[in-house]
């Protein structure tokens, strides 16, 4: 299920959600939150490199951990002017992809979320990796929910 389109589109929803309330879960935040959502998963550059038979998972797997992504965040958060918010809003993201990932069922050994610290994995073994039917359903609520976002922004401009 956690594919990147779940990823981005969870993200998505909880940044629109809070929008409806908070003004700072505007467009500009909430993009940075999806890209926080990805953020965990840069370590699949390494498929890439693999196709050009260079294999990098032993040294890319640490990037798959929030203590990684954490720290690619506060990095990615220098160029921004408000580096406290990009880093949070980026973080958010984080969050959001290591909650989806331990829902899965077990896929490898687990996530090592808190490596370094400890070598144990992590998982809840609730969805089964190729269900596609979460995705759908995940899509549809970003759908509706973006369709909402309009419709609201449309009638307070009218008034
Ligand atoms: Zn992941």
Redesign the pocket.
Known sequence: M?DWIV?IAVAYIICRILYFKYPVFNSANTVLAMLGALL??IAKIGMVAQFYSIYLDDYLFSF?TPLASLVLAGLLSIFFKEKKLAFLFLGLGIFT??A??LLLIRVGEG?YLLFPISWQTFHLDLIAPDDYNITLVVLLAALVLYSLGRLSQRRSEKS
Request: charged share 20%; no cysteine.
């Open positions: 956690p990823h965990p998963d798959h992809h290591f989806l990932d996530y």
